[in-house]
């Protein structure tokens, strides 16, 4: 089974290409010399699976201050649905994003609204998605569909906020986690710290992604817990395991997107059902300190 793996030296392509050692991998990455859209335009291979990961995300900071800097993901998703069609891969698996559904159904404390597959449309009126990375994101759902409707077997999955052990610090789960360890008093969280997300360990976003292609799941899937956890909770749980009571305080005027953006993970559990829970996945990332 020949299997290749875009964006292999980032966080999610990472566990990716842990849990696949031991087959047929070919791993594409900028950091390791290769950009991703000059294989696509030079590459004819047929792959038995492709796992698209390669993106600019950069975390809030970038989404909100460098948003044009995140456009490139136009390009790569257009070379790699134009590669696809060339080559004709037997499966692919585009990564999406909860950014792409729209923002107005997640800035309404009073009424909460568990997003469901079936909120984000590609057609007539599709909402607002989170600004440059989640117009990327749906744009590359319209071209997954155009594909799939061309021949192609394509799997769109929708992770919500992802966190794991050896992320990279611009996300604020191992930021939490360093502060913490660092045992800092008082302990800043960007924002007010109300705003909720939904946090998946990244081992059961490679399992559920995986129980996609193994089950052979039509249309796209929510990777989530359902759980809604805002930020002053995460820094909450994760000092009480590190075993101190800081001062939280908040920086107001720093990025902090929607207010409440949590899944609803009723399709995902008809196949898969995350294993980790958020308190276990903070104990992991504290030990690994």
Same mark, same amino acid.
Request: glycine letters at 8%; a negative charge.
């Given at each position: ?14 566990? #990716? ?21 000059? #294989? $696509?335009?030079? +590459? /004819? ?6 796992? @698209? ?35 004709? =891969? *037997? ?10 559904? =729209?923002?107005?159904?997640? +800035?309404?404390?009073?009424? =909460? /609204? ?31 569909? @155009? ?5 192609? *077997? ?39 710290? +109300?705003?909720? *997300?939904?946090?998946? @360990? ?13 089950? +052979? ?32 305080? /908040? ?13 609803? =993970?009723?399709?995902?559990?008809? $196949? ?11 104990? *992991? ?5």
């Amino acid at each position: 089974m020949k299997i290749l793996i875009t964006g292999s030296s980032g966080f999610v392509g990472r566990h #990716f290409a842990r849990a696949l050692d031991g087959l047929d991998l070919t791993l594409v990455d900028l950091m390791t010399g290769t950009d991703a859209r000059d #294989f $696509f335009r030079t +590459n /004819h291979t047929r792959f038995d699976l492709v796992i @698209h990961l390669a993106a600019v995300v950069g975390g809030r900071a970038q989404i909100e201050g460098a948003p044009l800097s995140l456009a490139v993901d136009l390009a790569i998703d257009a070379d790699l649905f134009t590669w696809a069609m060339r080559t004709r =891969p *037997r499966r692919v698996v585009y990564f999406s994003s909860s950014a792409a559904y =729209p923002v107005d159904l997640q +800035n309404d404390f009073a009424r =909460p /609204h568990r997003l469901r597959e079936i909120d984000l449309k590609l057609t007539g009126n599709v909402g607002n998605p989170d600004l440059t990375y989640g117009w990327a994101k749906l744009t590359g759902e319209q071209l997954a569909q @155009h594909a799939e409707n061309d021949g192609l *077997r394509i799997h769109v999955v929708r992770p919500f906020s992802g966190y794991g052990e050896d992320q990279d610090l611009t996300y604020p789960f191992p930021a939490f986690i360093r502060r913490a360890v660092q045992r800092e008093d008082p302990f800043t969280i960007w924002g007010d710290g +109300n705003q909720v *997300r939904d946090w998946i @360990h990244i081992d059961d976003i490679v399992a559920a992604t995986l129980a996609v292609v193994e089950e +052979n799941v039509s249309g796209p899937v929510n990777l989530c817990t359902g759980r809604d956890i805002s930020f002053g909770e995460l820094a909450r749980l994760v000092c009480q395991q590190a075993g101190y009571e800081p001062e939280l305080t /908040h920086i107001l005027d720093a990025p902090q997107g929607v207010a409440y953006r949590v899944g609803d =993970p009723t399709k995902l559990h008809t $196949f898969y059902t995350p294993k980790i829970a958020l308190e276990d996945g903070i104990a *992991r990332a504290l030990a690994a300190k």
